[in-house]
Nanobody, 115 residues
């Protein structure tokens, strides 16, 4: 069974940085597309960054230039480097990957940015 586990969240001041990591078991991330999503209180979950199996990346406009999604093949993780954090980045961050018609999600990691 595919399992995704996010880590790296925390409480940081505005302007700070965090590096989130999504680790996978029973799946090889290098051949899968993966997305990082976030959900703030009272808001819908939104896709913030995506990487294809070929390494192409896409970002929502609000995070462009501040977020970087990358693949660590040795660790089988998909990482999200978050710089210049803003209070509006506060949310639970999830990773997702589709496989064989199913969507797999991790449990999420909380990012809280204080002003």
């Amino acid at each position: 069974q595919v399992q995704l586990v996010e880590s790296g969240g925390g409480l940081v001041q505005a302007g700070g940085s965090l590096r989130l990591s999504c680790a996978a078991s029973n799946i090889i991330f290098s051949i899968n597309a993966v997305g990082w999503y976030r959900q703030a209180p009272g808001k819908q979950r939104e896709l913030v960054a995506h990487i294809t199996s070929g390494g192409l990346t896409h970002y929502v406009d609000s995070v462009k230039g501040r977020f970087t999604i990358s693949r660590d093949r040795a660790k089988n993780t998909i990482d999200l480097q978050i710089n210049s954090l803003k209070p509006e980045d506060t949310a639970v961050y999830y990773c997702n990957t589709p496989l064989n018609g199913a969507d797999y999600w991790g449990q999420g990691t909380q990012v809280t940015v204080s002003s």
